[in-house]
């Protein structure tokens, strides 16, 4: 599994080559992803002033085009330095309340000052939010330095790389590919290759028909079964060709074949099944003798249907016959290079 995950990840020297290049990434994305943004937003917010002193000139319009004696034509007019009558106070309220800006039951319509001051905490709050989303949660004020060695950075850094949460500190200090391997790369692939392994923990009936693990049973049943059919396709193939040749072989030198089709045929498919047969009980392999493959091929002798050991029993067959098919299938093939190359 640990050779595998090698392999997928292109070797220490992919690795290597990744994580250096991330380390020059980090000061750019400083810059670009934190600094410059907390600078735009401390603009932003010296312009707060202004914004709430533009947010009361337009309250004043809107008032006014309501009526002309409203607005600024009634400043230093009414009692308690109101802007509109009295009975329109409780409407204008609720209107600057809709607007977000909260103002209470006892503000004055043309009390400028809390108007100003509520709509700038607004708009601190609103640009506060709007920083908070685009540095996901980081503090400001934080150097370079800082910025690395931040717990957020950090996991976003390990995850773009693919490292553990108990992979050491990442930092932009120079770092060699023998300390990269020991420090990084070897803890890495052991974590993967522990997380890997995880899998084959899980009790074998789960991975059977309406079990939590049925879909991926399934899968592994294709990924098992299929090549050892191709190969029983193959082999039996082979083995009637084999039969054919001998035949043709047979009737060259002697004169003598069959005469009837049914009856070669069914000559053919007795001889391949007494091979399969043999095969079964003769053959032994490293992979045969194992434990687990002698569990599999007794365990349809014992209160299995008769389908079931037909199945078994073939399969057994085709899988020790392999042994011998594929050295037989490496002389044709040398042999055939051979035979092209000259031509």
């Known amino acids: 599994i640990k050779g595998v995950i090698d392999q997928q990840i292109g070797g220490l020297d992919s690795a290597y080559e990744r994580h250096t290049e991330s380390q020059k990434g980090i000061p750019f994305q400083y810059k670009l992803s934190y600094e410059m943004r907390v600078q735009t937003y401390e603009k932003r917010l010296e312009g707060t002033r202004i914004y709430a002193n533009k947010a009361w000139e337009k309250y004043l319009d809107k008032l006014e085009s309501k009526n002309r004696e409203w607005g600024r034509a009634a400043i230093g007019k009414r009692r308690g330095g109101e802007l509109v009558p009295a009975f329109v106070s409780p409407r204008v309220r609720?209107?600057?309340?809709?607007?977000?800006?909260?103002?209470?039951?006892?503000?004055?319509?043309?009390?400028?000052?809390?108007?100003?001051?509520?709509?700038?905490?607004?708009?601190?709050?609103?640009?506060?939010?709007?920083?908070?989303?685009?540095?996901?949660?980081?503090?400001?004020?934080?150097?370079?330095e800082q910025y690395i060695r931040h717990p957020q950075v950090q996991k976003k850094w390990r995850e773009f790389l693919?490292?553990?949460e108990t992979s050491a500190a990442l930092s932009v200090a120079p770092i060699t590919r023998e300390e990269f391997s020991k420090k990084y790369y070897e803890p890495m692939l052991a974590s993967r290759t522990n997380e890997s392994l995880k899998t084959y923990n899980h009790r074998a009936d789960t991975y059977g028909p309406g079990q939590a693990r049925e879909e991926e049973g399934k899968r592994a049943y294709e990924a098992t079964i299929a090549p050892i059919f191709g190969l029983t396709l193959s082999l039996i193939g082979a083995l009637v060709h084999l039969g054919k040749t001998g035949l043709l072989i047979l009737q060259a030198s002697t004169g003598w074949r069959f005469r009837n089709g049914l009856v070669k045929g069914a000559s053919l498919f007795t001889g391949v099944i007494l091979i399969s047969v043999i095969a079964a009980a003769t053959i032994r392999t490293p992979l045969t003798s194992h434990p687990t493959y002698q569990a599999w091929t007794q365990a349809s002798k014992a209160g299995a249907t008769t389908s079931e050991r037909l199945l078994t029993t073939s399969l057994d067959a085709m899988i020790k016959m392999q042994s011998l098919a594929y050295p037989v299938f490496n002389v044709f093939h040398i042999g055939l290079e051979a035979v092209t190359k000259k031509i």
């Open 162 to 164: 693919q490292y553990p």
């Open 94 to 144: 609720n209107e600057v309340r809709a607007q977000g800006i909260p103002v209470t039951d006892s503000w004055s319509t043309g009390d400028k000052g809390t108007f100003v001051y509520l709509v700038g905490e607004q708009r601190k709050a609103y640009l506060r939010k709007g920083l908070n989303t685009e540095l996901d949660g980081l503090p400001l004020g934080l150097t370079q």
